[in-house]
């Protein structure tokens, strides 16, 4: 079985300036890892993923993040935030074998100008 | 279709009423996945289908949850003698083939008074 953990549950940060939401997971079998974007009253929106290849993956709004196997690690990385980003960002797992989609317990961001 | 789509949007039902969420995913997509989502929490996992197939549903509550997917495409999610315990929102999401991302529907809103 799988399961993540995401340390922030609130995160407060300025316009403008970097952001980093930390995910980490545990499971006994290899993973794929996807972040997720919540806005208010919205379904679930896919920021990026991580599959195989590149530990270093990009994806929508200037958001990247690290799989870090040997930490057991998946963090969400942007290095200027807009108002706009303000959000709930949640972190989810899934064996390469199949199954359910496993989420965190999501970390909410909130930019201030 | 253009994407997931979940209806009705928002449902208030009596407590003991029986209820029926319905989900039409993207056309083609094999898997399909219910979560519900209490207020701030991150999504928990209900139930999904392979094709027609239930392949887990290990999230369900109580023996009051039931989902089918008859024909392999559209999805009803229904909850019996609904309880206030059961106000959240619930999710579906669908995905083509394993390891691809999961497209969410905006998600039904259930409010048991």
């Known amino acids: 079985a799988q399961s993540v953990t995401q340390l922030d549950s609130q995160v407060p940060v300025f316009e403008e300036a970097p952001v980093e939401l930390r995910c980490n997971y545990s499971s006994s079998v290899s993973v794929y890892l996807f972040w997720y974007v919540q806005y208010p009253n919205q379904g679930l929106q896919l920021l990026l993923k991580y599959l195989s290849g590149s530990t270093l993956v990009k994806g929508i709004n200037g958001f990247e993040a690290e799989f870090n196997k040997s930490q057991t690690s998946f963090h969400l990385r942007k290095p200027s935030v807009h108002i706009s980003d303000t959000a709930e960002y949640f972190c989810?797992?899934?064996?390469?074998?199949?199954?359910?989609?496993?989420f965190g317990q999501g970390t909410e961001l909130s930019v201030k100008p | 279709g253009a994407g997931v789509s979940q209806s009705p949007r928002y449902k208030v039902a009596k407590r003991g009423q029986d209820v029926a969420l319905r989900c039409d995913p993207i056309?083609?997509?094999?898997?399909l996945f219910w979560y519900q989502q209490a207020l701030g929490q991150g999504p928990e996992f209900l139930t999904y289908?392979?094709?027609?197939?239930?392949?887990?549903k290990s999230g369900l509550p109580s023996d009051r949850f039931f989902a089918e997917r008859p024909e392999g495409s559209v999805s009803t999610l229904k909850i019996q003698r609904t309880q206030q315990e059961d106000s959240a929102v619930y999710l579906c999401a669908s995905s083509p083939i394993l390891g691809t991302e999961a497209f969410f529907g905006q998600g039904t809103r259930l409010t048991v008074v």
């Open positions: 289908f392979q094709n027609e197939a239930q392949l887990d």
């Open positions: 989810a797992v899934i064996s390469n074998q199949g199954g359910k989609l496993i």
């Open positions: 056309s083609g997509h094999v898997s």
